[in-house]
């Protein structure tokens, strides 16, 4: 019975052959047909790498198919509007709405479980605040070159991992939407600049763009391209949440001449990113370091970005602010459940903390140092919606990133393609044959649309609660399920921490850094046991 179909092929060879040459030319083609799928099925029994073809040759090329196509199969036909893996059908169901401006109203009544555990809501006033413009805005930096950073901006997106025409919609997005683009760590690519759309300058372990060629910082080349009018701030990459603690390398084979060209490297050769720096090695280096590339820049805003790992690594970062007055501008944090090109299974599900967690703990840190008026707080991963938004700033952030979302208004299908070269929408792929598909015009339309009704849906959303900014958000906003019969403000499940309470030798309340801050020091990321 293995065997029936393989059988049954090259039995109805000859009848085919046999009608061909008296009735039509289809029965050609079936015979031609027919002698190829037997040849096929032979080359099965005898090959020895594939044990299921070599048991059910024919038939078991069905299963590699079938599997092939199963997650199609899953995301169009099974899986629930609110399944997220990773991203729910409702959810870029919102971003397509918003950035094609149709009503993303939804009718009947709520689908989401309400008596759920751990569900959270924001409570509503009884004097609601009508907010005439939804264009938030937080100061980043200080001086002439200080930046308005808008509520939501684009997350980090390199050239190579995104093709040049979708790095040219975000650009040209931001340009319309008046927001900001995160270059990625590959280096600022012409796509990136070619519509004027404003910059955060994204410095990782590999330097791209500011080189020398042993592959460290090259001062000189980094004065040069931070001078650019479009470079509004940069971030150093310490550690990306999809992969935290992991270097990563582009194969030579990948390193076409634009790439080399742009990230400073030999065109086909392999590409490394390291996975720690080599410009400095302590918290006070990394904030000398800091202070360089603020200098270097004309006095740009200069932060860092990070996925909160051993918790008394930050801290040893925080008590180097202390110690010696140098600040960075922003920290952002990515959360674990961050998106990537590429990354192994076991970092980007059993690496990194989660956002929520990470933005609560870098809070309250900077306040129990009584540093967090000084020192501003992004967030990025997995946020969608203006809820989204609204939650991550009542936990702590400043403002927050998006990069999938934006991808998604850009025609992204979530197809989960992106590391092979083989997106069927032309983002995350370099093939000129894909990413011709990209209409740069109409797409970076939609993705300043997403951003404008975003935002005025948080505007609609906090004004219902009472607040005028999202800088007025707090943990007493939000509302969460801890069980059928416990329902508690977030300021009550997560630690509240004192302004400069480590500073005056308090209690914290956060046993992260009550454990750990006269253990850290400046000069090293390691604790003292």
Known sequence: MRYLVL????????????LASSVSQF??????????????????????????LRNYPVIGRLRFFLQEIRPQIRQYFIEADDDEVPYSRDQRALVAERSRKQDSARPFGSLVGLYQNDHVWINHAVQPVHIKSSDFRIPVGQGPHAYEMSILNISGTSYGALSGPALESFNRGAKLGGFAHNSGEGGIAPAHTRHGGDLVWQIGTGYFGCRSEEGHFDATKFATEAARDQVKMIEIKLSQGAKPGHGGMLLGAKVTADIARIRGVPQGEDCISPAA?????????LLDFVAELRQLSGGKPVGFKLCIGHPWEFLAIAKAMVETGQLPDFITVDGAEGGTGAAPAEFMDNIGCPLKDAVVYVDNVLRAANLRDQVRVAASG????GFDIARICALGADWVNMARP???????IQARSCHNGKCPTGIATLDPARSRAINVAEKSQAIANFHKHTRQ??????????????????????VQRVNQADIKLAEQIYPQVDAGAVLAGQETGDPRIDSYWHRVSKNSFQPRF
């Open 27 to 52: 029965w050609l083609l079936l015979a031609m047909l027919l002698l190829l799928v037997g040849l096929s099925g032979l080359f099965d029994m005898f090959q020895t790498s594939a044990p299921i």
């Open 406 to 412: 934006f991808m998604f208004a850009a025609g992204c």
């Open 277 to 285: 720096h080599s410009a400095f090695h302590t918290p006070e280096g």
């Open 7 to 18: 059988l049954l092929v090259w039995a109805g060879l000859l009848p085919a052959l046999w």
């Open 457 to 478: 849906a948080l505007a609609e959303l906090i004004g219902a609660a009472g607040i005028s900014h999202p800088a007025k958000l707090n943990r007493r906003h939000l």
């Open 382 to 385: 997995k946020l969608v919606s």
